[in-house]
């Protein structure tokens, strides 16, 4: 049987077909063995949830507690209140933004998703920021106050005549400290944005699991730019 050219080039397109069809199949298994693979390190990573859900229990616990006791003494309740309110924030805020990256859709384009996910790193910058900035006002004079009074029963207020007067100047150092601490984030922020070791603070700050997230975008980025060029 003679072939003619037309069914030369029949012949090559059917097959053209075929090697295109077998390349996409064998892409698409390759980005779902790198995908199952990113998402058991995405897992692990993301495993700190529960320790710090459980770490937070019991101050929860305990701030519930001491609220009901001392609702008649405000010098005590408000406090109590803020370390309680401080304390739920927190972890609502940190569990939705892992959240958000748990349930990214990597079908989208890479792009995408990396502008996503480095959004969701600065978010948990700026959390952790105010977390820290609140925080050394709650987590030093109130929360002591609160512990002493809860545990052992004791009224710092009143052990020492200059116990007042020590309480009032640490909230105030603690207040005015807040606006130099975000003029000197700024600061460094600006001259250190560049940096490899700065870069690899702050993602550690952000989390592993963004760390997890941005590495495997990073893979996927590099995986389309060789199957663009192949």
Do not use: C
Request: charged share 20%.
């Amino acid at each position: 049987m003679t072939l003619t050219l037309d069914d030369l080039k029949t012949e090559w397109m059917a097959r053209d077909r075929q090697l295109e069809t077998q390349l996409r199949m064998n892409t698409l298994m390759l980005r779902e063995t790198l995908l199952e693979k990113h998402s058991a390190n995405l897992g692990s990573a993301t495993r700190g949830n529960v320790f710090q859900i459980l770490f937070t229990i019991p101050f929860l616990a305990f701030f519930g507690w001491f609220i009901a006791r001392h609702l008649d003494q405000p010098a005590f309740l408000l406090p109590a209140v803020l370390l309680q309110a401080w304390t739920v924030v927190m972890l609502a805020l940190n569990i939705h933004q892992r959240g958000q990256l748990r349930s990214l859709d990597y079908g989208r384009p890479v792009l995408e998703l990396q502008r996503e996910v480095e959004q969701i790193r600065i978010t948990r910058l700026n959390t952790f920021k105010w977390a820290f900035l609140t925080g050394q006002l709650l987590w030093w004079i109130p929360f002591v106050l609160v512990l002493f009074k809860g545990l052992l029963g004791v009224n710092l207020y009143t052990v020492s005549a200059f116990m007042p007067t020590f309480i009032a100047w640490n909230i105030a150092f603690g207040v005015a400290f807040i606006p130099f601490a975000l003029w000197a984030s700024m600061q460094l922020a600006g001259r250190l944005g560049g940096s490899p070791r700065f870069q690899k603070f702050t993602d550690g700050i952000a989390g592993s699991d963004v760390v997890v997230a941005r590495e495997f975008l990073d893979k996927l980025a590099r995986f389309g730019r060789e199957e663009s060029a192949g």
